[in-house]
């Protein structure tokens, strides 16, 4: 089970939104009525202005030259994409890698996207925005980023441990 590299708040929205942001014109929010971890999830709504609406994570430091997986559960409606973004360490963008499209229900469900970073790739952003111009509501918990080729159970950042990692630890002297 890989390490989630994203904050705590980052991956439940317990407190708040920080650490995130509002992709394109769209709003996010805090919100108590969906959840699949905790009381909460991040709100999204997107105001039908242009495509790539939704939010995204601030830049996490991450090793280059490794596979990250993006991952997150979601619910509402419309059609949406969830993206893994490899950036250099000024914050550069380098490249995106996108899911297929994902056509949300009222029911949370798990979508994820893995991408193999470069040598300059040493931050990551997670994304999900609309895949087309549309005004849409969607939640999104459980957000993951880690290191791995692909997506392992969710959990909370800081409830990770070398001891329930298990064989996925390495270990540098």
């Known amino acids: 089970m890989g390490q989630n590299l994203l904050t705590d708040n980052q991956a ?3 407190t708040d939104t920080t650490g995130l942001f509002a992709n394109g014109s ?4 805090r919100d108590a009525t969906v959840n699949k971890h905790g009381v909460a ?4 709504i997107t105001d039908n202005a242009a495509g790539g609406e939704g939010w995204g994570s601030l830049s996490r430091d991450v090793s280059a030259s490794l596979a990250y997986t993006a991952s997150a ?4 409606s419309g059609t949406v994409v969830i993206q893994i973004n490899e950036r250099n360490s000024g914050d550069g963008d380098i490249g995106s890698t996108s899911s297929a499209q994902i056509t949300l ?3 949370l469900t798990r979508c994820s996207v893995s991408r193999t970073f470069g040598a ?9 925005i609309t895949d087309s111009q549309q005004g849409i509501t969607f939640h999104s918990d459980n957000m993951q980023l880690e290191q ?3 997506a392992t159970p969710w959990r909370l950042p800081s409830r990770w441990s070398a001891r329930n990692a298990g064989r996925d630890l390495v270990v540098h002297f």
């Open 120 to 128: 300059t790739g040493v931050k990551a952003r997670t994304r999900i």
């Open 26 to 29: 769209s709003t996010i929010s």
């Open 12 to 14: 439940s929205v317990e």
């Open 105 to 107: 229900t009222g029911t």
């Open 148 to 150: 791995s080729a692909s």
């Open 73 to 76: 559960w979601v619910t509402g």
């Open 41 to 44: 999830s991040l709100k999204t």
